[in-house]
């Protein structure tokens, strides 16, 4: 992508995807980007992954907004959102916090999106929330995390490889590369630079906090939690959250399973307009 393509980028991430703040009773904020019909109280709410924000939404986000509300959160950690006051917090710490933005927000009903890591925080607010919050849940080449006892040994090595890579690169060399894992082979230039543009606004923090959620959680403790209809879709070139992984969690949350042609695991980038034909799809048939 070059310079000025992506100078028009960021100007159109702003003017149709604005960013406001959300104010949290305990002091801390939430940055938020909105777009559609801002007094709705049903949205589209978007989590995004452990390397990404909530910017990455921009091209889903656009087109549904003509037919209803949606809203994308840069994690606490990320961007200008305040960390979380745990040094290790854990799913439940994050979808606390995202049910906090959401009342202020006045959101009463909602699809959840949760991208990877995002699909940790989705997960753990759709299987605790009592108030039927989220009508469907939407899991995108889901991280399983690390927290089941079985995968103890993997977790600490996960821990020490994250964290060593972010003390010896920053997040500028892990942002320089980070579309090599990210996207398809056929990824054109315009999308592997909007995935780094994204990457290299993280907050050292909020990663270092993200990680643990990565490998302090478990995604299967929401087997048999989910009283919503859940989807699963994962890119058919996903090289981090491969697709027999996908669909095994899909199996195991009694998920509805489907492959998003010619894309990686960055798929709302890659492939944000077949991601927005299902959402859509799901808006017509939501309760």
Known sequence: MKQDTLSLKVQQLESAFPERLVQLPDGSQV????????????AVVLLHGISSGSASWLDVARPLSDKVRVLAWDAPGYGISTPLAQPAPLDADY???????LSVLGVR???????????????????????GLVAQLVLISPAGGYGASAKAEQQA????????????KGVAGLAAVI??????AAAPEAVREWVRWN??????????????????????????RLPMPVQVWVGEHDVVTPPAACKAW???????????AAAGHASPVEQPGEIVQRLAFLLDHSA
């Open 109 to 131: 009903r909602c699809i959840l999106v949760g991208h990877s890591l995002g699909a940790l925080m989705a997960a753990k607010l759709a299987c605790t929330d009592a108030s």
């Open 250 to 260: 899909a199996e195991l949350l009694d998920a509805h399973y489907g492959t998003l």
């Open 199 to 224: 990457t290299a606004r993280m907050q050292s923090p909020g990663y270092a906090q993200a990680v643990e959620l990565l490998c302090g959680s478990d995604l299967g403790q929401a087997t048999g």
């Open 31 to 42: 940055a938020w980007r909105e777009a559609g019909d801002t007094d709705a109280e049903f």
């Open 157 to 168: 090595k996960v821990r020490q490889g994250r964290l060593a890579s972010l003390a010896e």
């Open 95 to 101: 979808a606390r916090s995202l049910a906090r933005s």
């Open 179 to 184: 579309d090599q894992r990210l996207v398809s």
